[in-house]
Protein backbone atom coordinates (compact mmCIF):
# COMPACT_ATOMS: atom_id res chain seq x y z
CA UNK A 1 0.00 0.00 0.00
CA UNK A 2 1.34 3.46 -0.72
CA UNK A 3 -0.74 5.93 0.77
CA UNK A 4 0.70 9.14 2.44
CA UNK A 5 -1.91 12.05 4.68
CA UNK A 6 -0.10 15.19 5.79
CA UNK A 7 -0.77 18.15 7.28
CA UNK A 8 0.58 21.34 7.30
CA UNK A 9 1.65 24.65 5.68
CA UNK A 10 1.82 25.40 1.89
CA UNK A 11 4.93 26.96 0.69
CA UNK A 12 4.66 30.45 -0.36
CA UNK A 13 6.81 29.57 -3.91
CA UNK A 14 3.98 27.20 -5.79
CA UNK A 15 5.23 26.70 -9.32
CA UNK A 16 1.53 26.45 -11.58
CA UNK A 17 2.03 25.44 -15.07
CA UNK A 18 0.90 23.65 -18.07
CA UNK A 19 2.13 20.87 -20.16
CA UNK A 20 2.94 20.41 -23.19
CA UNK A 21 -0.25 18.59 -23.87
CA UNK A 22 -2.25 21.42 -22.00
CA UNK A 23 -2.42 19.55 -18.47
CA UNK A 24 -2.08 21.51 -15.69
CA UNK A 25 0.60 20.74 -12.87
CA UNK A 26 0.85 22.28 -9.69
CA UNK A 27 4.59 21.86 -7.73
CA UNK A 28 4.84 22.97 -4.25
CA UNK A 29 6.47 22.21 -0.83
CA UNK A 30 4.28 21.29 2.47
CA UNK A 31 5.84 22.51 5.44
CA UNK A 32 5.05 20.06 8.21
CA UNK A 33 6.20 20.38 11.93
CA UNK A 34 6.93 17.28 14.33
CA UNK A 35 8.83 16.99 17.84
CA UNK A 36 11.59 14.90 19.02
CA UNK A 37 12.38 14.23 22.47
CA UNK A 38 14.63 17.19 22.02
CA UNK A 39 13.33 19.46 19.97
CA UNK A 40 10.54 20.55 17.34
CA UNK A 41 11.17 20.45 13.77
CA UNK A 42 10.50 21.13 10.01
CA UNK A 43 10.51 19.17 7.15
CA UNK A 44 9.91 20.75 3.68
CA UNK A 45 7.74 17.94 1.63
CA UNK A 46 7.82 18.08 -2.01
CA UNK A 47 4.47 17.58 -3.79
CA UNK A 48 3.12 17.57 -6.92
CA UNK A 49 -0.80 17.70 -8.37
CA UNK A 50 -2.42 17.56 -11.45
CA UNK A 51 -5.07 18.47 -13.75
CA UNK A 52 -8.30 19.89 -11.61
CA UNK A 53 -6.50 19.80 -8.41
CA UNK A 54 -3.53 21.32 -9.46
CA UNK A 55 -5.77 24.37 -10.95
CA UNK A 56 -7.72 24.17 -7.73
CA UNK A 57 -4.24 24.92 -5.64
CA UNK A 58 -2.97 27.12 -7.82
CA UNK A 59 -6.39 29.42 -7.52
CA UNK A 60 -6.71 28.83 -3.70
CA UNK A 61 -3.06 28.08 -2.73
CA UNK A 62 -1.35 30.90 -1.35
CA UNK A 63 1.65 30.23 0.92
CA UNK A 64 1.30 29.61 4.81
CA UNK A 65 -2.44 28.11 3.73
CA UNK A 66 -2.95 24.91 6.31
CA UNK A 67 -3.79 22.22 4.38
CA UNK A 68 -4.46 18.64 4.84
CA UNK A 69 -3.19 16.18 1.81
CA UNK A 70 -3.85 12.54 0.78
CA UNK A 71 -1.87 11.16 -1.84
CA UNK A 72 1.37 8.95 -2.42
CA UNK A 73 5.14 8.90 -2.69
CA UNK A 74 6.49 8.79 -6.44
CA UNK A 75 10.41 8.21 -7.08
CA UNK A 76 11.77 9.20 -10.27
CA UNK A 77 15.01 10.20 -12.09
CA UNK A 78 16.05 13.27 -13.27
CA UNK A 79 18.87 14.51 -14.97
CA UNK A 80 20.91 17.37 -13.65
CA UNK A 81 22.06 20.58 -15.58
CA UNK A 82 25.71 19.31 -14.40
CA UNK A 83 25.06 15.91 -16.46
CA UNK A 84 24.34 13.46 -13.10
CA UNK A 85 21.75 11.54 -12.34
CA UNK A 86 19.26 12.23 -9.63
CA UNK A 87 16.43 10.67 -7.41
CA UNK A 88 13.29 13.15 -6.82
CA UNK A 89 10.72 11.73 -4.41
CA UNK A 90 7.61 13.72 -4.04
CA UNK A 91 3.97 13.03 -3.19
CA UNK A 92 1.29 12.78 -5.39
CA UNK A 93 -1.32 14.43 -4.35
CA UNK A 94 -4.69 12.65 -4.61
CA UNK A 95 -7.04 15.26 -2.78
CA UNK A 96 -6.65 18.59 -0.25
CA UNK A 97 -8.70 20.13 1.99
CA UNK A 98 -7.81 23.77 3.00
CA UNK A 99 -8.02 23.80 7.14
CA UNK A 100 -8.26 27.54 7.24
CA UNK A 101 -9.46 30.71 5.35
CA UNK A 102 -7.74 32.75 2.47
CA UNK A 103 -5.87 35.43 3.94
CA UNK A 104 -5.85 34.21 7.20
CA UNK A 105 -2.85 31.91 6.19
CA UNK A 106 0.24 31.99 9.14
CA UNK A 107 3.42 32.51 7.80
CA UNK A 108 5.76 29.02 7.70
Do not use: Y
Not at 40 to 58: R, S
Not at 78 to 85: C, I, N, P, S, Y
Amino acid sequence: MNKVFLVGNLSPDLDMRVTNSGKAVCSFSLTVNFKTKVREETDAIDCVAWDALAEQIGQEGEGGRRVAIEGRLHTRHLEGADGQRKKVTEVVVRDIEFLDKPGLARPG
